[in-house]
């Protein structure tokens, strides 16, 4: 979901990779890199090379699914976390 969010403006792998670990969210590129490649595959990522510097780099955006997918996890985010603190609420955890 974090991806996906994150991928509602462009981004390279690394700058992804970087933007993601400023929010305080860590993810290993064995990991964030296939995932981006099977997000683009299933059609939820527009990708096009541009130029950066002396290197061309793939940029990542979401495609139009991958905004309606965003926004149903968003929604499925938010009914588990109402549920969540419900029940911590209720139970006096804190």
Same mark, same amino acid.
């Given at each position: #979901?974090? +991806?996906?969010?994150?991928?509602?403006?462009?981004?390279?792998?690394?700058?992804?990779?970087?933007?993601?670990q400023?929010?305080? %969210?860590? %993810?290993?590129?064995?990991?964030?890199?296939? #995932?981006?490649?099977?997000?683009?595959?299933?059609?939820?990522?527009?990708?096009?090379?541009?130029?950066?510097?002396?290197?061309?780099?793939?940029?990542?955006?979401?495609?139009?699914?991958g905004? +309606?997918?965003?926004?149903?996890? %968003?929604?499925?985010?938010?009914? %588990?976390?109402?549920?969540?603190?419900?029940?911590?609420?209720?139970?006096?955890?804190?």
């Amino acid at each position: #979901m974090a +991806v996906l969010i994150a991928l509602r403006e462009p981004h390279y792998g690394y700058s992804l990779r970087k933007k993601l670990q400023a929010l305080g %969210i860590d %993810i290993e590129e064995g990991t964030l890199y296939p #995932m981006i490649r099977r997000l683009a595959e299933q059609g939820y990522l527009n990708s096009k090379w541009l130029e950066s510097g002396e290197r061309k780099k793939r940029y990542y955006q979401l495609s139009d699914e991958g905004y +309606v997918l965003s926004q149903e996890l %968003i929604q499925e985010w938010q009914a %588990i976390s109402q549920i969540l603190d419900k029940m911590v609420y209720e139970n006096g955890v804190s």
